[in-house]
């Protein structure tokens, strides 16, 4: 998890990363769209499928924003971070 995706990988080239995003953004890594619009719902939905995804392309990382933490995005935070926990 971190604050902002591009300045993390600005700050962090040595690497391939892939992003985990809420709504549509510019990142300079190949990336996977949970919502279009920053739909709770379709976040949830898409988590667990696209978290898969993911981990098994070519990238070294995976980075995800944190999360708005409102009705149903504590639990979504809570996964996440979870699963970002996992070594």
């Known amino acids: ?13 040595n690497g391939s ?3 985990l995003l ?6 300079q890594c190949q990336s996977l769209l949970l919502s279009k619009n920053y739909s709770m719902a379709e976040i949830a939905n898409n988590l667990f499928d696209y978290m898969r995804r993911a ?5 070294d990382y995976i980075l995800i924003e944190p999360i708005k933490e ?5 639990a979504i935070a809570d996964r996440i971070a979870r699963a970002a926990s996992v070594i």
């Open 22 to 27: 809420f709504e549509e953004k510019n990142v």
């Open 17 to 19: 990363y892939s992003a």
């Open 55 to 59: 981990d098994n392309d070519s990238s």
């Open 70 to 74: 409102i009705g149903i995005g504590r």
């Open 1 to 13: 998890m971190v604050k902002d995706i591009n300045k993390h990988i600005n700050s962090n080239p």
